[in-house]
């Protein structure tokens, strides 16, 4: 017993000792230069009232002795559209900064532009002085003014009267905002719809779309994170719902990022022409018991079919690239049609006869079966026709495609399929060139060249 306590004195006497040993911390003016982890920093567009997501710069202390760092400071000052955050303090400027020897410290980094900020290239530096040297880190973002759109217990969110949107502002949506039933919401070139997380458009009844975008200003549809990476990732935001007897002209779109991209239901009339949909969690375009044409539509990226449809309608698809290399989820069928003769939601059925033409078009993937088709008992008839065009699909699938000019399992050798670079044109040497018929309504291709023999099918001649 007199041994255990013995031990135990001697063991925190040793540790007592060793605290009170210990060197004392002494910092030093640098001698050597500091180490960043980038020169630059590029942030996220943002927009007027809104911060942007925060980037870190790493500063590194490669001497052999702790430092104190003179000055870290915003080269702009006070007025500058950005803040930092240095040892977890945020600010403009800060003094005295301890850095230990062969460590490292962060430089939070974010831009928040003011109300009616203009329009223009953000650029700063953040400014580090000490005895070795001044050294700067670039910091580069754009602002864009913006008008919002934020659905509240106050404020329902509601389009009331026939508008017209241009591009001078970008528009930024919170929630959801609606277009009232019989209303017309036209949006002219250039436009830019940006979507924050689980925010969508409804258009009720009778209500109508518009949208007039050309070539180099198409209209764009996305959501609000605007850094390059979010180009390439599915649902962030839900997608346009149009109900009853709405009416969609659509030209010249990009629309990319979200759950469903477009969604028409109930008798709508739709017509898209010269646009592209692009990585969404489910379907670029989901059709239910509507009527739909489209021209020069490239499609590509999405988890369960580029193009739905269920429950009966009229789809006419021509000159078109569905193209889908979906590798998200592998679980996922990403098809690149979908079709159904029934669909239900609640208490909500659709079930009438379904007519499917597809010309001149391409749909291949990696997917084996690139076309499904959902036989309900009981339900409307289906009726699928494929003229001069390429499809990917095995022999021993379900569905089996007809029409003239069936081109099977022959790979179009698109030129980029990957998002991130994404070119559905294809190569010299690609089968689809050559195989296309003439169409007095399609005469020229989604970038406006003419169509002439020998003619390509797909989007892009």
């Known amino acids: 017993m007199k041994i255990k306590i013995f031990l135990g004195?001697?063991?925190?006497?040793?540790?007592?000792?060793?605290?009170?040993?210990?060197?004392?911390?002494s910092f030093d003016a640098p001698s050597q230069l500091l180490r960043f982890s980038t020169d630059t920093v590029f942030c996220d567009t943002v927009y007027n009232q809104m911060r942007s997501e925060t980037y870190a710069v790493k500063v590194y202390n490669n001497e052999d002795k702790d430092v104190m760092i003179p000055r870290i400071a915003l080269e702009g000052g006070s007025s500058s559209l950005y803040r930092i955050n240095v040892d977890g303090k945020v600010g403009t400027s800060f003094e005295n900064v301890a850095l230990r020897r062969k460590d490292s410290l962060y430089v939070f980094v974010e831009i928040a532009p003011v109300a009616n900020a203009p329009e223009a290239i953000a650029e700063d530096k953040v400014v580090f002085n000490t005895p070795a040297g001044e050294q700067k880190v670039t910091l580069f973002s754009v602002v864009q003014d913006a008008?919002?759109?934020?659905?509240?217990?106050?404020?329902?969110?509601?389009?009331?009267?026939?508008?017209?949107?241009?591009?001078?502002?970008?528009?930024?949506?919170?929630?959801?905002?609606?277009?009232?039933?019989?209303?017309?919401?036209?949006?002219?070139?250039?436009?830019?719809?940006?979507?924050?997380?689980?925010?969508?458009?409804?258009?009720?009844?009778?209500?109508?779309?518009?949208?007039?975008?050309?070539?180099?200003?198409?209209?764009?549809?996305?959501?609000?994170?605007?850094?390059?990476?979010?180009?390439?990732?599915?649902?962030?935001?839900?997608?346009?719902?149009?109900?009853?007897?709405?009416?969609l002209n659509m030209n010249y779109a990009r629309v990319f990022g979200g759950n469903v991209g477009l969604q028409i239901k109930n008798n709508n009339q739709a017509t898209i022409n010269n646009s592209i949909f692009h990585t969404f969690q489910n379907a670029g375009i989901y059709g239910i018991n509507s009527k739909l044409t489209m021209n020069n539509v490239v499609m590509n990226n999405c988890g369960e079919a580029d193009f739905a449809i269920a429950g009966g309608g009229t789809y006419t698809i021509n000159y078109s690239t569905l193209a889908n290399y979906w590798n998200l989820n592998?679980?996922?069928?990403?098809?690149?049609?979908?079709?159904?003769?029934?669909?239900?939601?609640?208490?909500?059925?659709?079930?009438?006869?379904?007519?499917?033409?597809?010309?001149?078009?391409?749909?291949?993937?990696?997917?084996?079966?690139?076309?499904?088709?959902?036989?309900?008992?009981?339900?409307?008839?289906?009726?699928?026709?494929?003229?001069?065009?390429?499809?990917?699909?095995?022999?021993?699938?379900?569905?089996?495609?007809?029409?003239?000019?069936?081109?099977?399992?022959?790979?179009?050798e698109f030129q980029?399929?990957?998002?991130?670079?994404?070119?559905?044109?294809?190569?010299?040497?690609?089968?689809?060139?050559?195989?296309?018929?003439?169409?007095?309504?399609?005469?020229?291709?989604?970038v406006g060249l003419n169509r002439v023999n020998p003619i390509t099918i797909g989007a892009y001649q």
């Open 9 to 25: 004195i001697a063991f925190w006497s040793l540790l007592l000792l060793a605290g009170c040993n210990r060197d004392d911390i």
């Open 330 to 412: 592998p679980s996922m069928s990403a098809a690149g049609i979908y079709a159904s003769n029934f669909y239900q939601n609640g208490t909500e059925i659709f079930n009438e006869n379904t007519t499917l033409t597809v010309n001149n078009s391409i749909v291949f993937g990696d997917t084996l079966d690139m076309i499904t088709y959902n036989n309900v008992t009981n339900a409307g008839a289906f009726s699928a026709t494929f003229n001069n065009s390429s499809l990917k699909q095995s022999a021993n699938a379900a569905f089996k495609p007809t029409g003239n000019n069936i081109f099977l399992n022959e790979d179009p």
């Open 147 to 247: 008008e919002y759109f934020i659905k509240s217990e106050s404020n329902p969110n509601i389009i009331s009267d026939n508008t017209t949107w241009t591009k001078d502002k970008v528009k930024v949506i919170f929630g959801d905002l609606t277009v009232a039933e019989g209303k017309t919401l036209t949006m002219e070139k250039g436009t830019k719809v940006y979507f924050r997380k689980n925010s969508g458009m409804n258009f009720e009844k009778s209500s109508v779309l518009n949208v007039n975008g050309a070539l180099g200003e198409e209209v764009i549809f996305r959501g609000d994170r605007s850094d390059t990476k979010y180009d390439t990732l599915p649902a962030n935001w839900n997608g346009i719902k149009m109900d009853e007897a709405t009416v």
């Open 416 to 446: 980029n399929y990957f998002t991130q670079k994404m070119n559905l044109r294809v190569k010299a040497n690609s089968k689809a060139r050559g195989k296309g018929v003439f169409d007095n309504n399609v005469p020229k291709d989604i």
